[in-house]
């Protein structure tokens, strides 16, 4: 029981933890308030194994944290010799400034660190794993499980990431005013990558695969509760992610099969998250900007309506046209290119399909295949064939294998 419940708690508590005592001793410092706080976990463990669950195990790893941040920065002469002018003690006379766990220093911090891991200097994908490590808790094996890499590749990820925090001096505040709104899009793709990382996971373990999703959606509402963050390019993205995430138990099998969304149980979606995704699709629709997260937000929305109607394909199809003029992407064409058929016929999805010439991209062969299974069976087979051959992760093979095995 005690095991469960400090797995809980770091996943809740570990980004938090992280964050203050950073914020509170300076970025550059980052990796030791990480120890910090393992080493917090690693005494909870031990302790509460022995004695017992406290009556407040929050409080209890707040009380801790702050007591092994004071003896490692004593200890080692952190405060003293390394932390920048800014953080220093104001008032000599009070001596070490204690760590501020209120509610509110806590969500500030997570902000101002999210901003600072979301930093230009900073490459995309060390930003990912950053992300993963210090705003979400995922331990090492998990983030290399999630990019289906190993533990010493991401270690020197992370590292690389950490020095430029320390060689570009970067700091956890939020941005000047007037460069909020730039800084932002950096910010929000990060989010997004995560949410993708986790809904179209090529992992096997399906719990990463939620709480990465899980985690990006918590990230977007912190940045709707700060005034100079909650623009519309962010709420359209937060009901972007409650959309799809909406239906994360409808998508796969208790054996971890994918369900096609024609075949989705529409009584296994979330109402509460799609309650949500509308509330903050209709915030999005304030000002004049229409970012990519709005059309992508709005095609998801179409998504959770489970009729099949004529007025809904046309305007997937309308609102994919637009997505390509603002933000081009394969997988994006490849989608029109199913609204295209549904609006159309097959044919004129063939004509678009072989326009694109994804030749490594197997979710394009599968489009293929689907195209022409009722045109030219021969056709579709090798389509589909060449698709299991491009296919990532076996879960993938299994589903084309199905579609194949169909045709007879």
Not at 1 to 29: C, D, P
Not at 305 to 317: A, V
Request: net charge neutral; proline share 3%.
């Amino acid at each position: 029981m005690e095991q469960e419940t400090i797995k809980q708690l770091f996943h809740q508590e570990f980004s938090k933890m992280v964050a203050v005592i950073s914020k509170r001793y300076g970025l550059s410092n980052i990796q030791l308030a990480e120890d910090v706080v393992s080493e917090t976990f690693l005494q909870a463990a031990e302790t509460w194994g022995i004695e017992g669950m406290p009556e407040n195990p929050t409080a209890w790893l707040y009380v801790v944290a702050k007591n092994k941040a004071l003896y490692h920065f004593r200890r080692k002469k952190i405060f003293d010799h390394k932390v920048s002018p800014e953080v220093r003690i104001r008032r000599q006379d009070q001596g070490m400034p204690e760590l501020d766990f209120s509610l509110q220093n806590i969500q500030d911090s997570q902000l101002q660190m999210l901003f600072a891991i979301c930093h230009p200097a900073i490459a995309s994908e060390a930003q990912i794993g950053l992300a993963l490590r210090t705003l979400c808790g995922f331990g090492i094996d998990e983030i290399a499980e999630a990019f289906l890499s190993n533990k010493d590749t991401i270690n020197k990820r992370l590292y690389r990431a950490r020095k430029k925090l320390r060689t570009e001096n970067i700091r956890m505040e939020l941005p000047p005013e007037d460069e909020i709104s730039e800084r932002l899009d950096s910010v929000l793709r990060i989010i997004y990558l995560l949410f993708n990382e986790g809904y179209y996971s090529k992992t096997q373990n399906q719990v990463l695969q939620k709480d990465l999703c899980l985690e990006a959606v918590r990230l977007g509402l912190l940045l709707t509760e700060y005034e100079g963050t909650n623009l519309p390019k962010t709420n359209a993205l937060v009901a972007l992610m409650c959309f799809h995430a909406s239906r994360f138990e409808a998508r796969q099998t208790p054996d971890n099969e994918m369900i096609l969304y024609e075949q989705q149980n529409s009584a296994l979606w979330d109402t509460a998250l799609l309650k949500q995704g509308m509330r903050f699709l209709e915030l999005s629709a304030e000002g004049n900007e229409v970012s990519s997260y709005h059309l992508e937000a709005r095609i998801a929305y179409w998504h959770c309506i489970k009729e099949d109607t004529p007025e809904k394909w046309e305007d997937i199809l309308h609102l994919y046209d637009h997505l390509l003029k603002v933000n081009y992407s394969p997988s994006a064409a490849l989608n029109r290119l199913y609204a295209l058929y549904k609006v159309k016929d097959a044919e004129a999805a063939i004509r678009e399909a072989e326009k694109l010439s994804l030749e490594k991209n197997h979710f394009y062969f599968v489009l293929l295949g689907e195209l022409y299974t009722k045109r030219n069976v021969k056709k579709a087979k090798n389509y589909f064939q060449k698709a299991r051959s491009l296919a990532k992760t076996e879960t993938e093979k299994q589903e084309i294998k199905k579609k194949i095995n169909s045709l007879g």
